[in-house]
């Protein structure tokens, strides 16, 4: 077995919530950094559930995961992101039955900027920032714009969720693995006004043709839509999936991904219409340690407009917490 060389710490909020209970294992295990890191984990909670992940931290010990660091603890934001190297902001409330993500703006959004805040203040330098807890994209602009200090790319939200269902449906209808398709993204916000983008995917290198009925009227809704198809059927918010798409997202910002694309929320530099500043998927690769807009695409007048339909929704969501933008 090698010597781990390197050393990371990972901010992980809500750590006693539902969500975190599949994130940590997976983190701890090296899933994201890999087998030469030893990785610190700091849990921040609220206090009332600061006890609940003392017991969570019990479980990670009891797991001897052979490249485990320190696990600490916390209620403080100033101790839990002291020296991050990445963080994942899922401590917020889940949405219920009936429930818009955009109705969680009120209940979630002043978690955002304290925690932007505390990460300006006490992060290492080359923080990375996932943004789970919904409105994703929105709460990652909250911090974003708390954090003046830290560069903007810094602060990205979760929509590899909605990336790895479009993959998923599509590789179902084609009767085909995901690994088999590529250039699928997924535009906008992470909400159903987003826009699940088949222009350009292959399957093997060629192009998909679909029938447009099928991904008008099928495809693009039950993507948009598969959130609230989740609570419906299993009663509570999908928790081990967003893990999973929370780890392909973080590890792919740190290693890349070869040139593939994958859909990230990241700030917009004003590309494709969507308005410079506003945290939104895009199609990216990631290369460098940096998360980068795929440039020059072609787009269709429909295109536009669903792009369009879900960005205006984004500017309502940044208009409603003008008072949190720092
Ligand atoms: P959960 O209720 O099981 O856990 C949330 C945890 O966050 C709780 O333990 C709570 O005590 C904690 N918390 C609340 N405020 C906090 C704060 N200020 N600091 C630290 N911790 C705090 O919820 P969950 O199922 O883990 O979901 C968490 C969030 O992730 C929800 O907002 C959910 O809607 C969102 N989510 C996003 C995606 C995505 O794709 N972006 C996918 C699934 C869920
Ligand atoms: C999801 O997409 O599963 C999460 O954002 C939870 C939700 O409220 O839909």
Request: charged letters at 20%.
């Amino acid at each position: 077995m090698t010597t781990p060389q390197n050393r990371a710490t990972v901010t992980v909020t809500g750590a006693a919530g539902n969500i975190a209970y599949s994130l940590l294992w997976q983190i701890a295990g090296g899933a994201v950094y890999g087998p030469d890191t030893i990785v610190d984990l700091n849990l921040l909670e609220i206090p009332a559930a600061v006890g609940a992940a003392e017991g969570v931290a019990m479980e990670l010990s009891d797991s001897a995961f052979p490249n485990m660091g320190k696990i600490t603890v916390t209620d403080d934001p100033a101790v839990a992101f002291d020296g991050a190297n990445s963080a994942l902001l899922v401590g917020a409330r889940p949405r219920s039955k009936g429930m818009e993500r955009a109705d969680l703006l009120q209940a979630n959004g002043g978690i955002f900027g304290p925690q932007g805040r505390a990460i300006n203040d006490h992060a290492a330098e080359d923080i990375r920032v996932l943004v789970v807890g919904n409105p994703a994209n929105t709460n990652a602009l909250i911090a974003q714009r708390n954090a003046p200090d830290v560069p903007s790319e810094r602060f990205t939200g979760m929509m590899r969720l909605d990336h790895n269902r479009a993959l998923s449906q599509l590789a179902q209808k084609l009767e085909v693995r995901t690994r088999d398709l590529s250039k699928v993204v997924v535009w906008g916000n992470h909400s159903a006004t987003q826009f699940p983008d088949l222009t350009w995917a292959e399957v093997n290198g060629e192009p998909v043709r679909v029938a447009a009925e099928w991904y008008y009227e099928e495809y693009i809704p039950r993507v948009a839509k598969r959130g609230a198809e989740i609570i419906e059927v299993r009663g509570k918010s999908s928790a081990a999936s967003a893990a999973s798409a929370a780890v392909d997202h973080l590890r792919d910002w740190i290693h890349g991904t070869d040139g593939e694309w994958a859909t990230a929320a990241i700030v917009s530099d004003g590309s494709y219409g969507i308005d410079e500043g506003l945290i939104a998927g895009f199609p990216t690769v990631a290369e460098g340690g940096t998360w980068k807009i795929v440039p020059g695409l072609e787009l269709s007048e429909e295109q536009k407009a669903r792009i369009e339909a879900s960005v205006a929704e984004l500017r309502e969501e940044r208009d409603a917490v003008a008072d949190l933008l720092g």
